[in-house]
């Protein structure tokens, strides 16, 4: 299981080596698409990229739902914390 922090300092690591953004820049109110710049395509790449890095994919459904760092961080703890079904 992993905490809020966590999974804030992965996707803030990610959006640094994904699209090369100032750690700066990155909080959990930014927006990804007003205040980042990331694009439909940066969105793809960044769920790929969350799915190597915890195993689980988010759907693009739930991602289209995200407009901050935050929500992104919400999205991902829901995935990586729902156990499996069995």
Not at 9 to 35: K, M, P, S, V, W
Not at 60 to 81: G, H, Q, Y
Request: net charge negative.
């Amino acid at each position: 299981m992993q905490t809020h922090d966590e999974v804030f300092a992965i996707l803030r690591a990610a959006l640094i080596e994904l699209f090369e953004l100032d750690a700066g820049q990155i909080t959990l109110e930014a927006n990804l698409y007003e205040d980042l710049e990331i694009d439909s395509i940066d969105a793809v790449d960044l769920i790929d990229h969350i799915k190597r890095q915890t195993g689980k994919k988010i759907a693009a459904e739930e991602f289209k739902a995200v407009r901050t760092v935050a929500d992104v961080v919400e999205a991902v703890l829901r995935v990586v914390n729902t156990p499996l079904a069995e």
